[in-house]
């Protein structure tokens, strides 16, 4: 009777009706994306030449779609995201670096200018006023 029994090694469990392998629901989530963008690209060729009341409402369908599709997206960029004081940091930083540039870039006008005064000086005698 031992023939008949079935061999554990050769059963084949295939998945519940209800659960996903996590690549099928990416490929699944992929696929939706790709069609909200196609849709927002479609809708961004449609607002060409219309009206500025159909472009509102163009945009405010758009607007729409966007916001789905970034709920869609939330799941995946949760942990690639920094925290917003990294964020804060790096805007203070820029701010900073934004003003050291305009210091130096004033300061280098500066001294072009003194540079050419003193060039257009040279062919002069220093007792002539």
């Known amino acids: 009777m031992s023939a008949l029994a079935p061999r554990p090694n050769k059963i084949?469990?295939?998945?519940?009706?209800?659960?996903?392998?996590?690549?099928?629901?990416?490929?699944?989530?992929a696929l939706k994306v790709r069609g909200h963008l196609s849709l927002l690209q479609g809708y961004a060729d449609i607002m060409e030449g219309v009206s500025p009341q159909l472009r509102a409402i163009i945009l405010q369908v758009m607007a729409g779609k966007t916001r789905e599709l970034g709920t869609m997206l939330q799941p995946f960029t949760e942990?690639?995201?920094?925290?917003?004081?990294?964020?804060?940091?790096?805007?203070?930083?820029?701010?900073?670096?934004?003003?050291?540039?305009?210091v130096l870039l004033e300061r280098l006008h500066n001294t072009v200018t003194e540079a050419h005064d003193h060039l257009g000086d040279t062919g002069k005698d220093l007792s002539q006023p």
């Not at 084949?12 to 989530?29: D, H, I, K, N, Y």
């Not at 995201?81 to 940091?89: A, F, G, K, L, V």
């Open 79 to 102: 942990t690639a995201r920094p925290p917003i004081t990294e964020y804060r940091q790096v805007r203070e930083r820029t701010r900073q670096l934004m003003l050291d540039y305009r």
């Open 12 to 29: 084949l469990r295939l998945p519940r009706r209800g659960q996903t392998r996590p690549e099928a629901r990416t490929s699944v989530m």
